[in-house]
């Protein structure tokens, strides 16, 4: 399940610095994660050592997105808290899947829009409340961010 804390949070880790410092390049043969690379960054994955991207040309794990670098840390991590603040709205649905396999917690500042989902289920930290619409979500994050 993804677990949501809006607002500052002590021991939270910020997902690309721990990408760059902490990275396996084992982690990036996992289809799950080369299919986050795909949607996010739109970039294939050649080996764990190097990512063809349809802009920038072949490229080092290092230069992907911030946001898919925090993704790969919450689902490579998941006892971790990473701020999801550096995610983009393009990942939101990323975040859904990862706790849709893994129990994870992250940290928001921000209102992150969701897809409008039947299956949209995200459990708010600072309410201690699990949410299952879009509209309870948005009620709730607007108290906190």
């Known amino acids: 399940m993804l677990h949501i ?24 043969k996992d289809p799950f994660v080369r299919e986050m690379i795909k949607g996010v960054d739109r970039s294939d ?18 230069r992907l ?17 990473f701020d999801a603040t550096s995610c983009g709205e393009n990942c939101a649905g990323w975040l859904l899947k990862i706790g849709q396999k893994k129990d994870v917690t992250v940290n928001l500042n921000y209102l992150m829009k969701f897809e409008d ?12 409340r699990l949410i299952t619409s879009i509209s309870d979500y948005v009620m709730t994050a607007v108290k906190y961010v």
């Open 65 to 81: 997105s911030g946001g898919v670098q925090t993704l790969i840390m919450i689902y490579e991590k998941p006892l971790l808290i």
């Open 117 to 128: 989902r039947d299956d949209f289920s995200v459990f708010i930290e600072n309410e201690n």
């Open 5 to 28: 804390r809006f607002g500052d949070m002590e021991k939270v880790n910020y997902g690309p610095d721990w990408f760059k410092a902490n990275y396996d390049p084992e982690w990036l």
């Open 45 to 62: 994955c050649v080996d764990g050592l190097v990512i063809n991207s349809p802009i920038l040309g072949p490229i080092p794990p290092e």
